[in-house]
């Protein structure tokens, strides 16, 4: 071999091992990890809740961790895609969207709920069509002409699944069927505006149902449904592909062990969960067809 050729050969090797501990150097170890969640009934309740789930965090990773409180599903995407927030919790939906729009982003865990007044026991939720039980509204036959509530755009259970699998139902778009839609906001406040008959129905997921009946603010028997979703994946928790290796381990580690400690069965207990489980990205892979299928119908 020409030394030339020797010395090329050097300088690319050279250069692929900096390439290599450049980018090893590039991760990202902050001082301060930012946690947020797509707006539920917990997030609009005393931050306290999640105090046992920041401590586990401190002590796996020896850093501070804030929260950060959004404003919708979008703003949980948009902060994890600028880079502001390194840990979040999405909708099976708002994940695909912003993993389509960063691959490099990571799910790793998701709540096993208990069995409650319409969520059933793990990893897995539906969308239920509810409404209120005395409403004389009580099959889908009786929908035509009504007003149905939405969640948000970038929800599963409330935007995502009415418009992909319950159109297959009654035959036709929303917007065609209801005399009109309306997006709420959220999943508690789809449930209370059909008790105060804001909407006439509403698709609400089980847990968060669960959730507004838990909290006292209507009960089981108030709600018929009409319709209910096959089983989707829980809400997933996801980290920043930013993030070092060692510390998404430690992040994972402190979720998945949450349930060892007395303080975080405490704070399971009060989201209606017995633990977290692992999950890859393939579990929400259904999510991602259902998205196909609503977006070729544009």
Same mark, same amino acid.
């Given at each position: ?92 939906? $708002? ?12 799910? !790793? ?101 669960? &959730? ?15 319709? $209910? $979703? ?39 207990? &009060?989201? &209606?969960?017995?633990? !977290? ?22």
């Amino acid at each position: 071999m020409k030394l030339t050729n020797v010395i090329k050969t050097a300088i690319s090797t050279m250069a692929i091992a900096a390439a290599g501990i450049a980018s090893a150097e590039e991760c990202k170890n902050p001082d301060v990890l930012r946690f947020s969640m797509i707006p539920t009934e917990e997030t609009t309740q005393e931050l306290s809740l999640y105090q046992p789930m920041v401590n586990q965090l401190k002590e796996a990773t020896g850093k501070n961790v804030e929260f950060f409180l959004p404003t919708s599903y979008a703003s949980v995407v948009e902060a994890m895609l600028g880079g502001f927030v390194d840990i979040g919790m999405h909708g099976p939906y $708002s994940y695909v969207i912003a993993q389509e729009k960063d691959p490099t982003l990571q799910v !790793f865990a998701t709540y096993a709920k208990h069995k409650g007044h319409f969520q059933e026991e793990g990893p897995g939720y539906k969308a239920v069509l509810v409404s209120r039980a005395d409403s004389g509204i009580s099959k889908v036959e009786d929908l035509k002409g009504t007003v149905v509530g939405l969640t948000d755009p970038a929800s599963t259970s409330g935007n995502l699944l009415p418009r992909v699998s319950f159109t297959k139902v009654i035959g036709e778009d929303l917007e065609d069927h209801f005399s009109r839609v309306v997006y709420t906001g959220g999943h508690d406040l789809s449930a209370i505006a059909v008790i105060e008959g804001q909407v006439d129905v509403a698709f609400v997921a089980t847990h968060r149902l669960d &959730n507004v009946i838990d909290r006292g603010l209507a009960t089981m028997e108030d709600y018929q449904v009409i319709w $209910s $979703s096959p089983v989707i994946p829980q809400d997933p928790f996801v980290v920043s592909g930013k993030l070092c290796d060692e510390l998404v381990e430690q992040i994972s580690s402190a979720f998945l062990t949450l349930s060892d400690s007395e303080e975080g069965k405490e704070y399971l207990k &009060n989201v &209606n969960a017995s633990k !977290f489980v692992a999950m890859t990205d393939a579990d929400y892979d259904i999510i991602r067809d259902l998205k196909a299928a609503k977006d070729a119908k544009k």
